[in-house]
């Protein structure tokens, strides 16, 4: 398929298990990427292994994303290389190892440190996206990342992490209000389980060994864990004009959960 020839595309997180994943499946498409992230090593393990594959079709640069000046310059940078970007992809986020998963125990410090990484960055991004865009006269559209947390919390989610997923749904639908009428399409993904690096599928490793993996599973109809590729099918097709008539929706990848 050839749904991103000549187009281009910013992946925030590029370098981790699903944003990697994205970023392989839209050069596989067609498009030219620009892959940020903090992990300076994880961005040159990402060229080693898809930048002769998809030769001039892939940047890279190092942002924080949670800084405003870089995510600035990382926007400006696609642009300059690319002369456009078409879509926009903030996958990066998540939570921390070893955060506590009780509200009582949440600093402020957490807090704020996973606001930052999950709301604060969509936002930065976004912005920067519109007004490049609107200065220019075009559009393109934008996937932002979710999650099963931020919609259906429950007892094993971080109460901040949840929050600020949620706050990403409300600021994807507000953003596909305000800005449809200039041709923008905004939506998220919301995924549930994902076999998304080496320190997921080491949890995963270890919840086998302690048996509660099958009873995690057992909220989820198909019974098993998504892999990255199956996340960046979907976000492809939300990025793309197969998903044309597509804004302001959270799609849930979770297996039915």
Not at 77 to 99: H, R
Not at 125 to 146: D, P
């Amino acid at each position: 398929m050839d749904r991103f020839f000549q187009k281009a595309a910013l992946v925030t997180g590029g370098s981790g298990g699903i944003g990697s994943a994205i970023v392989e499946r839209l050069l596989s498409e067609g498009a030219s990427v620009l892959a940020v992230d903090i992990n300076e090593n994880g961005l040159a393990a990402l060229q080693d292994r898809l930048g002769s594959r998809f030769e001039g079709k892939l940047r890279t640069k190092v942002c924080d994303v949670t800084k405003k000046e870089q995510v600035d310059e990382s926007v400006s940078y696609g642009w300059a290389e690319f002369g456009t970007i078409d879509a926009l992809i903030n996958v990066a986020g998540g939570s921390l190892p070893g955060c506590p998963t009780k509200l009582l125990e949440l600093t402020e410090e957490r807090w704020d440190m996973i606001m930052d990484l999950n709301a604060k960055s969509t936002l930065f991004f976004s912005q920067a996206f519109f007004r490049t865009h609107i200065e220019k006269g075009t559009h393109g559209s934008i996937v932002n990342f979710a999650s099963m947390a931020g919609l259906n919390p429950h007892a094993a989610d971080r109460p901040h992490y949840a929050a600020s997923k949620g706050a990403v749904i409300i600021l994807t639908k507000h953003m596909s209000c305000e800005f449809a009428p200039l041709g923008f399409r905004v939506n998220a993904v919301a995924p549930g389980y994902c076999m998304s690096g080496d320190r997921i599928r080491a949890l995963w490793k270890l919840r086998d060994e302690q048996g509660i993996s099958q009873k995690l599973l057992q909220d989820i109809p198909m019974r098993r864990v998504s892999e990255p590729s199956e996340v960046a099918a979907v976000v492809a097709f939300l990025a793309s004009e197969d998903a044309s008539y597509v804004t302001g929706e959270v799609i849930k990848i979770s297996g039915g959960r």
